[in-house]
């Protein structure tokens, strides 16, 4: 994520509705500090409702997850979503928890591309989409345990009860 352009996502929140006093700090900001920007972050998201991922892990979780949406939508190319995962696995120092997501795995695929050495070009594209496949079958699962057990707990709480 770009810090540099945090300051005026923020400020298209706020003129989208949102609001809240770190929100509209960090949409004051110029963006050039990213140590500004990233102390201001946390607050301003969860003046929106959201909040930042909690590990490595849950980032990168949520930055593959919006890679293999791309992908499979036609917005991102397969050599792009090598190279985002790349950077992804970079900067969490190659941990193994997140080499073991779908994604994850395409960690060797980034240097594949047009040097000669590597597969045929539509070989590592189709590992792409594969994976990115088995991302958001994955994601599909988990959100439908989640619909399950808000499902479970509000009948459990009397939520289906009928008048009778």
């Known amino acids: 994520m770009s810090l540099r352009r945090c300051p005026l996502w923020a400020a298209y929140w706020l003129v989208a509705g949102y609001d809240g006093e770190h929100l509209v700090r960090l949409a004051g900001l110029h963006g050039d500090d990213p140590h500004d920007v990233r102390d201001a972050l946390p607050a ?25 949406r791309m992908h499979i939508e036609g917005l991102a190319g397969p050599q792009r979503v090598g190279q985002k995962t790349e950077e992804v696995l970079i900067r969490c120092g190659y941990a193994k928890s997140i080499i073991a997501l779908p994604l994850g795995r395409l960690y060797y695929i980034a240097d594949e591309w047009d040097v000669g050495w590597g597969r045929a ?34 009948a459990a709480r009397g939520g289906n009860r009928s008048a009778g």
């Open 44 to 68: 301003a998201l969860l003046d929106c409702g959201a909040e930042m991922p909690r590990s490595d892990l849950a980032a990168a979780a949520v930055v593959f997850t919006q890679l293999a």
């Open 121 to 154: 070009n539509g070989e590592p594209a189709r590992i792409v989409r594969d994976a990115c496949e088995d991302r958001l079958r994955a994601r599909t699962q988990v959100d439908q345990l989640r619909r399950g057990f808000r499902r479970f707990c509000h």
